[in-house]
């Protein structure tokens, strides 16, 4: 069972072009996501029980030795996208929605990233 998750809606028309600051951010979230093994990780994490994961049951679904996983999980962790919290030798992991919820911003329709027009499937 999933957790619901607070969701904003913005009723104002976006801005045509991406201030400064705010692409800064977004290309940190991009790098970050920019590996298929983190793109999995987030995937995993966010369908987890109870919206977290351990690093052990993580580990299971990955073919490749631990600092390995672990560097992909910090990078994820570092950008700001999982939260961390260490419980006795196990780290678990769990989605922070905000910055994919901007992401979500500059790529929805009409947003400063994509055309009006543009149709999602």
Excluded: N
Excluded at 9 to 15: F, G, I, S, T
Excluded at 16 to 42: C, G, N
Excluded at 83 to 109: N, Q
């Amino acid at each position: 069972m999933t957790k619901p998750v607070p969701v904003t809606l913005l009723m104002a028309e976006p801005a045509a072009v991406v201030d400064p600051a705010d692409a800064e951010t977004a290309a940190k979230l991009f790098k970050a996501l920019a590996d298929p093994v983190r793109i999995r990780l987030l995937s995993l994490v966010r369908q987890s029980p109870e919206g977290e994961a351990c690093f052990c049951d993580l580990a299971e679904e990955f073919d490749m030795p631990q600092p390995s996983l672990s560097h992909h999980l910090r990078v994820l962790v570092s950008a700001g996208i999982l939260a961390r919290e260490r419980r006795g030798t196990w780290s678990w992991y769990s989605v922070v929605p905000e910055p994919l919820a901007g992401l979500e911003t500059l790529l929805r329709p009409g947003g400063p990233l994509a055309d009006r027009r543009a149709q999602w499937s």
